[in-house]
């Protein structure tokens, strides 16, 4: 198919136009603490300490980009030489990227206010009158692949299921790992004990370092002997622990 020059140019500044730099590895990941995320204008995060650290290890010196999460995909998708984190590796994308990992494993569970009357069962979730979730990514397909019929799919990023929730807008939000419930919490100062994990675990996976296909089997074999070097050293274990810490887990 022949794009239109519109589309061309939409396509080019999507995915970056491919110079001289092609054929350089380029990392990329979203919004999405405690794992990356911004702060006072530096990206940081769990798993971007552990990419830097492999980086150090392996000797790499590849541009790290934070990108909006479709985007973020998108250019994993298309553009020769990418690397993303940080990735649950499902069935689906198993097949598509080479994967490094796992980094860690997390879950996922449904939040609602302590206040409000508990729900304790999945078929309490599915005939909840709304469910609110990100716009797009794995957790909405996610829910979508359960049968909810129920989603409100309208924030547009993490923070906004806390604020809706909190203004009663919804009455039960889906989106982040407990510790990203942490984290968002200390963010916009939600005092313990306001919001009520529902005990009801809807995914559990690992996180992990995704490279396109075609990236070469020696750099994605040497950042997996570098992330196994962070294992044995207990390196990885002291950067997640930092970071669960402070998520009081």
Not at 110 to 128: F, K, M
Not at 159 to 187: E, N, P
Not at 188 to 212: D, H, K, M, V, W
Request: charged share 20%; net charge neutral.
């Amino acid at each position: 198919m022949r794009h239109s020059i519109p589309a061309a140019a939409l396509l080019c500044l999507l995915l970056g136009t491919v110079d001289a730099r092609a054929e350089e590895y380029q990392v990329v990941t979203e919004e999405w603490a405690p794992y990356n995320y911004q702060e006072n204008n530096q990206l940081t995060g769990m798993t971007t300490e552990i990419v830097r650290a492999i980086m150090t290890l392996t000797g790499s010196d590849f541009e790290v980009l934070l990108q909006p999460s479709m985007r973020a995909t998108q250019i994993l998708k298309h553009r020769p030489k990418t690397i993303m984190y940080s990735l649950f590796r499902t069935p689906e994308r198993e097949p598509l990227y080479k994967w490094v990992g796992p980094i860690v494993e997390e879950s996922i569970h449904p939040y609602q206010l302590a206040n409000t009357p508990p729900v304790n069962s999945l078929e309490q979730l599915l005939h909840a009158p709304q469910i609110t979730t990100r716009h797009a990514g794995l957790v909405p397909q996610m829910l979508q692949s359960l049968g909810f019929n129920n989603l409100d799919k309208s924030a547009t990023e993490s923070k906004l299921l806390y604020r809706m929730l909190l203004a009663g807008r919804t009455g039960i939000i889906i989106g982040d790992t407990d510790a990203g419930v942490a984290y968002y919490s200390r963010q916009l100062n939600i005092a313990p004990g306001t919001l009520r994990r529902i005990p009801i675990e809807l995914y559990r996976s690992s996180l992990y370092i995704a490279f396109s296909p075609d990236s070469e089997d020696e750099v994605v074999a040497a950042w997996s002997r570098a992330l196994e070097q962070l294992r044995r050293s207990g390196e990885l274990e002291r950067i997640q622990r930092r970071y669960e810490e402070a998520a009081g887990r």
